[in-house]
Protein backbone atom coordinates (compact mmCIF):
# COMPACT_ATOMS: atom_id res chain seq x y z
CA UNK A 1 0.00 0.00 0.00
CA UNK A 2 1.13 3.19 -0.83
CA UNK A 3 1.88 5.88 2.20
CA UNK A 4 0.03 9.04 1.86
CA UNK A 5 2.23 11.56 0.24
CA UNK A 6 2.67 13.89 3.82
CA UNK A 7 3.67 10.60 5.46
CA UNK A 8 6.34 10.01 3.01
CA UNK A 9 7.99 13.30 3.56
CA UNK A 10 7.85 13.18 7.55
CA UNK A 11 9.74 9.70 7.44
CA UNK A 12 12.33 10.69 5.06
CA UNK A 13 12.76 13.85 7.20
CA UNK A 14 12.82 11.39 10.15
CA UNK A 15 15.65 9.19 8.84
CA UNK A 16 17.86 11.83 7.56
CA UNK A 17 17.52 13.66 10.94
CA UNK A 18 18.59 10.05 12.49
CA UNK A 19 21.73 9.51 10.51
CA UNK A 20 23.01 13.20 10.60
CA UNK A 21 22.67 12.93 14.59
CA UNK A 22 24.34 9.59 14.18
CA UNK A 23 27.05 10.94 11.72
CA UNK A 24 27.39 14.51 13.25
CA UNK A 25 26.71 13.91 17.16
CA UNK A 26 28.14 10.40 17.92
CA UNK A 27 30.76 9.75 15.05
CA UNK A 28 32.25 13.01 13.98
CA UNK A 29 32.78 14.14 17.77
CA UNK A 30 34.76 10.81 19.03
CA UNK A 31 36.87 10.89 15.45
CA UNK A 32 37.66 14.26 16.57
CA UNK A 33 38.40 12.98 19.78
CA UNK A 34 40.65 10.05 18.56
CA UNK A 35 42.62 12.42 16.39
CA UNK A 36 42.68 15.07 19.46
CA UNK A 37 44.91 12.09 21.35
CA UNK A 38 47.24 11.46 17.83
CA UNK A 39 50.95 11.70 19.83
CA UNK A 40 51.84 15.33 19.13
CA UNK A 41 48.33 16.18 18.97
CA UNK A 42 47.34 15.63 22.99
CA UNK A 43 49.08 18.80 24.30
CA UNK A 44 46.97 20.84 22.72
CA UNK A 45 43.78 18.66 22.58
CA UNK A 46 43.69 18.81 26.25
CA UNK A 47 44.29 22.82 26.65
CA UNK A 48 48.08 22.85 26.11
CA UNK A 49 48.49 23.04 29.64
CA UNK A 50 51.46 23.39 31.66
CA UNK A 51 52.42 21.86 34.93
CA UNK A 52 54.84 23.11 37.66
CA UNK A 53 55.71 21.05 40.93
CA UNK A 54 53.48 18.71 40.02
CA UNK A 55 50.84 21.37 39.91
CA UNK A 56 48.80 23.22 36.49
CA UNK A 57 49.35 26.77 36.66
CA UNK A 58 47.72 27.81 33.71
CA UNK A 59 47.83 27.21 29.88
CA UNK A 60 49.98 28.36 26.72
CA UNK A 61 46.74 29.62 24.59
CA UNK A 62 45.29 31.53 27.57
CA UNK A 63 45.89 34.54 28.78
CA UNK A 64 45.85 35.12 32.91
CA UNK A 65 46.48 37.82 35.45
CA UNK A 66 50.00 38.16 37.73
CA UNK A 67 48.48 40.18 40.53
CA UNK A 68 47.72 40.42 44.21
CA UNK A 69 44.60 39.84 46.24
CA UNK A 70 43.65 43.48 45.29
CA UNK A 71 44.87 43.28 41.53
CA UNK A 72 47.93 45.05 41.85
CA UNK A 73 50.64 44.36 39.08
CA UNK A 74 53.30 41.95 40.66
CA UNK A 75 56.34 44.02 40.11
CA UNK A 76 58.52 41.09 39.41
CA UNK A 77 56.02 39.44 36.74
CA UNK A 78 55.88 40.51 32.95
CA UNK A 79 52.11 41.37 32.99
CA UNK A 80 49.47 40.06 30.41
CA UNK A 81 47.00 42.58 28.24
CA UNK A 82 43.62 43.35 29.90
CA UNK A 83 40.75 41.05 29.82
CA UNK A 84 37.18 41.35 29.31
CA UNK A 85 36.59 37.75 29.65
CA UNK A 86 34.22 37.49 32.45
CA UNK A 87 36.27 38.81 35.83
CA UNK A 88 39.35 38.38 33.06
CA UNK A 89 40.14 35.64 31.14
CA UNK A 90 37.29 33.55 31.95
CA UNK A 91 36.94 30.85 28.99
CA UNK A 92 34.03 30.16 29.99
CA UNK A 93 33.03 34.10 29.20
CA UNK A 94 35.39 34.56 26.15
CA UNK A 95 34.44 37.95 24.70
CA UNK A 96 35.40 41.69 24.18
CA UNK A 97 33.71 44.43 25.77
CA UNK A 98 31.35 45.44 22.45
CA UNK A 99 32.66 48.93 23.03
CA UNK A 100 33.72 50.80 20.39
CA UNK A 101 35.75 54.16 19.45
CA UNK A 102 32.72 56.42 19.74
CA UNK A 103 31.96 55.51 23.32
CA UNK A 104 34.02 58.13 24.87
CA UNK A 105 31.21 59.83 27.45
CA UNK A 106 30.96 58.28 31.25
CA UNK A 107 27.95 57.02 32.75
CA UNK A 108 28.75 59.10 36.36
CA UNK A 109 28.15 57.98 39.49
CA UNK A 110 25.07 58.74 41.66
CA UNK A 111 26.96 60.39 45.03
CA UNK A 112 23.32 59.79 46.88
CA UNK A 113 24.13 56.00 45.86
CA UNK A 114 27.57 54.66 47.93
CA UNK A 115 27.65 51.54 45.78
CA UNK A 116 26.94 53.56 42.36
CA UNK A 117 30.56 53.57 41.00
CA UNK A 118 29.27 54.20 37.51
CA UNK A 119 30.56 53.24 34.15
CA UNK A 120 33.81 54.10 32.59
CA UNK A 121 33.41 54.50 28.95
CA UNK A 122 35.95 53.01 26.64
CA UNK A 123 37.92 55.97 26.33
CA UNK A 124 38.14 56.29 30.04
CA UNK A 125 39.08 53.04 30.84
CA UNK A 126 41.93 53.09 28.22
CA UNK A 127 43.53 56.52 29.89
CA UNK A 128 43.21 55.09 33.17
CA UNK A 129 45.05 51.33 32.34
CA UNK A 130 47.54 54.21 30.21
CA UNK A 131 48.28 56.47 33.53
CA UNK A 132 48.80 53.41 35.34
CA UNK A 133 51.48 51.66 33.48
CA UNK A 134 52.85 54.69 32.91
CA UNK A 135 53.32 55.18 36.68
CA UNK A 136 54.61 51.27 37.05
CA UNK A 137 57.09 51.75 34.20
CA UNK A 138 58.72 54.90 34.78
CA UNK A 139 57.20 55.89 31.47
CA UNK A 140 54.80 58.78 30.44
CA UNK A 141 51.25 57.10 30.22
CA UNK A 142 50.18 60.22 28.31
CA UNK A 143 47.94 59.50 25.27
CA UNK A 144 45.86 61.72 22.88
CA UNK A 145 41.99 62.82 24.09
CA UNK A 146 43.03 61.65 27.80
CA UNK A 147 43.19 63.94 30.57
CA UNK A 148 46.55 63.87 33.30
CA UNK A 149 44.26 62.73 35.52
CA UNK A 150 43.03 59.61 33.31
CA UNK A 151 39.73 60.21 31.88
CA UNK A 152 38.80 60.67 28.84
CA UNK A 153 39.21 64.61 27.89
CA UNK A 154 35.82 65.31 25.98
CA UNK A 155 33.40 68.05 26.11
CA UNK A 156 30.01 68.77 26.01
CA UNK A 157 29.96 71.73 23.49
CA UNK A 158 26.72 74.42 23.84
CA UNK A 159 26.34 76.19 20.29
CA UNK A 160 23.55 79.42 20.29
CA UNK A 161 22.20 77.91 17.43
CA UNK A 162 22.25 74.51 18.36
CA UNK A 163 25.25 72.90 16.66
CA UNK A 164 26.27 76.11 15.25
CA UNK A 165 26.77 79.48 15.91
CA UNK A 166 28.76 81.31 19.01
CA UNK A 167 29.87 78.70 21.90
CA UNK A 168 27.43 79.82 25.05
CA UNK A 169 28.58 76.65 26.95
CA UNK A 170 31.53 74.46 28.20
CA UNK A 171 30.70 71.00 30.09
CA UNK A 172 34.16 68.52 31.02
CA UNK A 173 31.17 65.34 30.44
CA UNK A 174 33.75 62.93 32.46
CA UNK A 175 34.88 65.23 35.38
CA UNK A 176 33.09 65.95 38.27
CA UNK A 177 33.70 67.88 41.93
CA UNK A 178 35.68 67.96 43.70
CA UNK A 179 38.47 67.80 40.48
CA UNK A 180 39.01 70.59 38.42
CA UNK A 181 38.84 71.08 34.49
CA UNK A 182 41.32 69.10 32.38
CA UNK A 183 41.35 72.69 30.63
CA UNK A 184 39.92 75.92 31.72
CA UNK A 185 38.44 77.37 28.79
CA UNK A 186 37.03 76.57 26.02
CA UNK A 187 36.96 78.94 22.81
CA UNK A 188 36.79 81.59 25.12
CA UNK A 189 33.90 79.80 27.77
CA UNK A 190 34.83 78.93 31.29
CA UNK A 191 34.77 74.93 31.10
CA UNK A 192 32.20 73.12 33.51
CA UNK A 193 32.35 70.25 35.36
CA UNK A 194 29.57 67.73 34.51
CA UNK A 195 27.01 67.54 37.30
CA UNK A 196 24.99 64.32 38.01
CA UNK A 197 21.74 63.63 36.37
CA UNK A 198 22.21 66.79 34.39
CA UNK A 199 20.92 66.44 30.88
CA UNK A 200 23.77 67.37 28.35
CA UNK A 201 21.97 65.52 25.16
CA UNK A 202 21.83 69.20 23.42
CA UNK A 203 25.65 69.64 23.22
CA UNK A 204 27.99 68.70 20.84
CA UNK A 205 30.37 65.65 21.97
CA UNK A 206 33.74 67.12 21.36
CA UNK A 207 36.83 64.78 22.07
CA UNK A 208 39.99 66.94 23.03
CA UNK A 209 42.96 65.67 21.58
CA UNK A 210 45.74 67.63 24.06
CA UNK A 211 49.18 67.55 23.38
CA UNK A 212 50.54 63.87 23.70
CA UNK A 213 52.68 62.36 21.48
CA UNK A 214 51.30 60.85 18.58
CA UNK A 215 52.95 57.32 19.65
CA UNK A 216 52.42 56.88 22.85
CA UNK A 217 55.07 55.28 25.32
CA UNK A 218 52.55 52.56 26.61
CA UNK A 219 51.75 50.15 23.54
CA UNK A 220 47.90 50.08 22.64
CA UNK A 221 47.81 46.59 23.56
CA UNK A 222 49.06 47.45 26.98
CA UNK A 223 45.49 49.16 27.29
CA UNK A 224 43.06 47.45 25.16
CA UNK A 225 41.37 43.92 25.27
CA UNK A 226 41.52 41.48 22.70
CA UNK A 227 38.73 40.43 20.72
CA UNK A 228 38.28 37.03 23.05
CA UNK A 229 39.96 38.39 26.17
CA UNK A 230 42.08 35.35 26.14
CA UNK A 231 45.08 36.21 24.48
CA UNK A 232 48.19 34.72 26.28
CA UNK A 233 50.53 37.14 24.25
CA UNK A 234 51.63 40.74 24.29
CA UNK A 235 53.60 42.79 21.41
CA UNK A 236 57.31 42.68 21.91
CA UNK A 237 57.02 46.65 22.47
CA UNK A 238 54.85 45.92 25.58
CA UNK A 239 57.74 43.21 26.70
CA UNK A 240 60.20 45.87 26.43
CA UNK A 241 58.84 48.73 28.06
CA UNK A 242 58.39 46.12 31.32
CA UNK A 243 62.15 44.77 31.40
CA UNK A 244 63.68 47.23 33.48
CA UNK A 245 60.91 47.31 36.41
CA UNK A 246 61.06 43.09 36.40
CA UNK A 247 65.02 43.29 36.30
CA UNK A 248 65.12 45.26 38.94
CA UNK A 249 62.52 43.72 41.56
CA UNK A 250 64.29 39.98 40.61
CA UNK A 251 67.89 41.93 41.02
CA UNK A 252 68.75 40.47 37.31
CA UNK A 253 70.61 42.68 34.68
CA UNK A 254 67.72 44.26 31.83
CA UNK A 255 70.27 42.59 29.39
CA UNK A 256 69.01 38.89 30.64
CA UNK A 257 65.29 40.18 31.10
CA UNK A 258 65.55 40.86 27.34
CA UNK A 259 67.19 37.74 26.09
CA UNK A 260 64.22 36.13 28.11
CA UNK A 261 61.95 37.83 26.10
CA UNK A 262 63.62 37.09 22.50
CA UNK A 263 63.38 33.50 23.39
CA UNK A 264 59.63 33.47 24.48
CA UNK A 265 58.75 35.79 21.16
CA UNK A 266 56.80 33.78 18.95
CA UNK A 267 57.09 35.33 14.90
CA UNK A 268 54.08 35.94 12.54
CA UNK A 269 51.77 33.33 11.42
CA UNK A 270 53.06 31.31 8.59
CA UNK A 271 55.80 34.36 8.18
CA UNK A 272 53.20 36.81 7.23
CA UNK A 273 50.53 36.79 9.59
CA UNK A 274 49.87 38.99 12.60
CA UNK A 275 52.94 40.38 14.00
CA UNK A 276 55.47 38.77 16.64
CA UNK A 277 54.55 38.02 19.93
CA UNK A 278 55.31 37.24 23.62
CA UNK A 279 54.07 34.60 25.58
CA UNK A 280 53.34 35.90 28.75
CA UNK A 281 52.65 32.61 31.43
CA UNK A 282 55.98 31.09 29.91
CA UNK A 283 57.76 33.80 30.16
CA UNK A 284 57.18 34.55 33.98
CA UNK A 285 57.80 30.95 34.31
CA UNK A 286 61.24 30.97 33.12
CA UNK A 287 62.39 33.92 35.62
CA UNK A 288 60.69 31.87 38.15
CA UNK A 289 62.97 29.00 37.21
CA UNK A 290 66.10 31.02 36.69
CA UNK A 291 66.08 34.36 38.54
CA UNK A 292 63.76 33.69 41.74
CA UNK A 293 62.87 36.45 43.57
CA UNK A 294 65.22 36.50 46.51
CA UNK A 295 63.51 37.03 50.41
Not at 30 to 37: A, S, Y
Not at 68 to 78: E, R
Not at 244 to 256: I, Q
Request: hydrophobic share 40%; glycine share 12%; charged share 20%.
Amino acid sequence: MRLPAWLSQHLAALRALLVLTILLGIVYPLLMVGIGQIPGLSSRADGSLIDKDGKTVGSRLIGQAFTDTDGNPLKQYFQSRPSAAGDGYDPRSTSASNLGPENVVDTLADPADKEDEGKQSLLTQVCARSKAIGELEGVDGARPYCTPDGVGAVLAVFHRDGATGPVTRVVSLNETAPAEPFIATYDGVKVELAVFGEDYSKGVVTPVRGDAPDQPAVPADAVTASGSGLDPHISVAYARLQVNRVAAARGMSPADAQKLVDKYTTGRVLGFVGEPGVNVLQLNLALDAGHPVRG
